[in-house]
């Protein structure tokens, strides 16, 4: 493979390339059509963390209640991620990356 280098100038805007954006498109835009979008963009990322929450805990052969146990969270708690209802942030979010990760580790560390 072959590794080309190139220097991009700020500066000088005909040296960028064009992208694949339709600056039409994005200009004609509105606030409420970004509003809609956001809105998606949340829901979809929602149900991502969904997924997830849900995926590591299969994986681990746990119930929700056997879950909630291991991480000291309310069993509403796991059940509000598992359907989208909320999603874990900080800590709770780390400790899934982490049980998914290094299940048995983290699953002995927590005993």
């Known amino acids: 493979m072959k590794t080309v ?3 991009i100038d700020p500066a000088t805007p005909s040296s960028l390339k064009q992208g694949r954006i339709n600056l039409t498109k994005v200009d004609a835009t509105t606030e409420e059509e970004i509003s809609v979008q956001m809105l998606a963009d949340e829901h979809e990322a929602m149900l991502d963390a969904a997924k997830f929450a849900r995926r590591v805990r299969k994986r681990l052969g746990l119930s929700q209640a056997q879950l909630s146990e291991r991480i000291d ?3 509403e708690t ?3 991620w598992e ?3 909320r999603y874990p ?3 709770a979010k780390t400790l899934l990356k982490i049980l ?3 299940p048995e580790a983290s699953l002995a560390a927590l005993h």
């Open 5 to 7: 280098r190139i220097k």
């Open 73 to 75: 969270v309310s069993v």
């Open 78 to 80: 796991i059940r509000n």
């Open 83 to 85: 359907q989208g209802r």
């Open 89 to 91: 942030t900080g800590a």
């Open 100 to 102: 998914d990760r290094a």
